[in-house]
């Protein structure tokens, strides 16, 4: 999936967190919901605006993310 077309990052929208294109809401906000136990159908209920493809494109940016992660040592 090209998460692209769904997120953006702008320095005049949320301080430069990648959001919903058009929107104000967070990657950020998505994957708590989600993480504090909301079903994808319960984000789209908070925000109907929305559709499954953009809590798709939070996903693959989130492993894609994660995937290119660099991590410290432990000392």
Request: negative net charge; charged residues 20%; hydrophobic residues 45%.
């Amino acid at each position: 999936m090209d998460y692209k077309q769904y997120l953006e990052s702008r320095s005049d929208v949320m301080l430069g967190k990648p959001v919903i294109k058009g929107t104000r809401i967070t990657v950020e906000l998505i994957l708590r919901m989600l993480s504090e136990g909301a079903s994808t159908q319960d984000v789209l209920n908070a925000y109907p605006h929305l559709q499954p493809i953009h809590i798709n494109a939070v996903l693959a940016y989130a492993t894609d993310v994660i995937a290119n992660e660099t991590l410290i040592p432990a000392a």
